[in-house]
C-alpha cells in the first residue's frame, strides 16, 4: 500500500547529508501541494480539476478503476448465473468467466497503487489530494471488490452479508486513522513512515488468492459448495414447510437456510478486518 504523504516537519535524521535532502524533499512537496491548492481553487472552468492532477494522481485512478471493473464484473457474474438452488438450473449451465475477470481486476489494482508511490517520489510531486485519492481507491480495489467477489461465490445470507459490511468498514476506518495519524508516525529520510499500524488493506488480496482456489476446484454455491459448508440448513419437515411458505409468498430466498444461517469461511473475512483495525500490530514498511 503505497502512501503518498508529505514528510513531517519533525522529521530527524542522523546526517547533515539527509538532512538536507529531507528539508530539500520538503520544500518541493510544499510548493507542488501549494500550486494545487491554487489551481483548485482560483480555476473554476469546466474539468479544470484534471489539470491540477499529477501524474501519480492519474495513476491512483487506474487503481480505482480495477477495483470499479471488479464490482461489475462480479454483478455480471451474479446476473448471468443465478444460484442453480434458486433457479433450477443445472450445474454445467455455471459460467465463471466474470467471476475470473473480477478477480484478475485486483491485483493490477495492486500494481498501480505500488507506482503511483513511486512516480510520486521520482517526481518530488506528493499530494493531499493524491494521498486522499489513495485512501478512496484502495477502499474500492482491496475493501469493496473482495467482498463483492465473496458475495459471488455464495456468501449470500442475511449473516454473510453483514459479517462481509462489518470487513469493508475495517478497511475504510484503517485508511481513515492513516489519514489523521500519517503525520504522527515515525518517518524515514524519504518522509515515508516506517511501519504500518495494523495490516495493510492491500494483504486482502490473500482472500482473493483463496477465492480463486475455491473458484478452481469448483468449491463455491453453485458448484460444489463453499469449503465448510453453511451452518444453519434446515433438515426434514421444516425444510418442506418453509418451502411451501416461501413459494406461496412469491419469495426467491432459500427455504432450506434459517435466517441466521452463515458460512464460515466468511470468518476469514472478520479476522482480516480486525487485523487491520489493529493497533497492536507494526508491520515494518520494506
Same mark, same amino acid.
Given at each position: 500500500m503505497s502512501r503518498r504523504v508529505v514528510p513531517s516537519a519533525g522529521t530527524t535524521d542522523e546526517t547533515l547529508g539527509t538532512k538536507t535532502v529531507a528539508t530539500s524533499n520538503q520544500a518541493r512537496h510544499d510548493s507542488g501541494q501549494e500550486k494545487q491548492k491554487?489551481?483548485? @481553487?482560483?480555476? $473554476? @472552468?469546466?474539468?479544470s480539476m484534471i489539470r491540477a492532477l499529477h501524474l501519480a494522481d492519474l495513476i491512483t485512478e487506474l487503481?480505482? %478503476?480495477?477495483?470499479?471493473?471488479?464490482? %461489475?464484473s462480479s454483478l455480471q457474474y451474479c &446476473?448471468?448465473?443465478p444460484l442453480p438452488h434458486l433457479n433450477s438450473l443445472p450445474v454445467s449451465t455455471i459460467d465463471k468467466t466474470y467471476l475470473w475477470h473480477a478477480m484478475l481486476y485486483l491485483p493490477f489494482g495492486l500494481f498501480f497503487d505500488f507506482m503511483d508511490g513511486r512516480v510520486a517520489r521520482w517526481r518530488h510531486k506528493s499530494s493531499l489530494m493524491g494521498q486522499e485519492l489513495d485512501s478512496l481507491a484502495d477502499?474500492?480495489? %482491496?475493501? &469493496?471488490?473482495?467482498? *463483492?467477489v465473496a458475495y459471488a461465490i455464495g456468501l449470500r445470507t442475511p449473516l454473510d452479508t453483514l459479517l462481509l459490511a462489518f470487513f469493508v468498514l475495517c478497511g475504510l476506518s484503517r485508511l481513515a486513522r492513516f489519514n489523521v495519524s500519517v503525520s504522527?508516525?515515525? +518517518?524515514?529520510?524519504?518522509?515515508k513512515s516506517r511501519y504500518f499500524e495494523g495490516t495493510p488493506i492491500p494483504t486482502t488480496?490473500?482472500? *482473493?488468492?483463496?477465492? @480463486?482456489?475455491? *473458484?478452481?476446484?469448483?468449491?463455491i454455491e453453485g458448484v460444489h459448495g463453499l469449503p465448510g459448508g453453511v451452518w444453519g440448513r434446515r433438515d426434514g419437515m421444516l425444510a418442506t414447510a418453509a418451502a411451501a411458505t416461501k413459494w406461496v +409468498?412469491?419469495? $426467491?430466498?432459500?427455504? &432450506?437456510l434459517a435466517w441466521w444461517a452463515v458460512h464460515p469461511v466468511v470468518g476469514l473475512f472478520v479476522l482480516s478486518g480486525c487485523l487491520m483495525v489493529s493497533k497492536s500490530i507494526r508491520i515494518p514498511k520494506p
Open positions: 491554487m489551481l483548485l @481553487a482560483s480555476d $473554476t @472552468a469546466h474539468f487503481n480505482g %478503476f480495477c477495483g470499479i471493473m471488479s464490482i %461489475f &446476473l448471468h448465473n477502499l474500492i480495489s %482491496f475493501g &469493496l471488490g473482495p467482498a *463483492v504522527s508516525l515515525p +518517518k524515514d529520510a524519504s518522509g488480496l490473500a482472500l *482473493v488468492a483463496a477465492m @480463486a482456489l475455491w *473458484v478452481r476446484q469448483g468449491w +409468498k412469491g419469495e $426467491t430466498a432459500d427455504p &432450506l
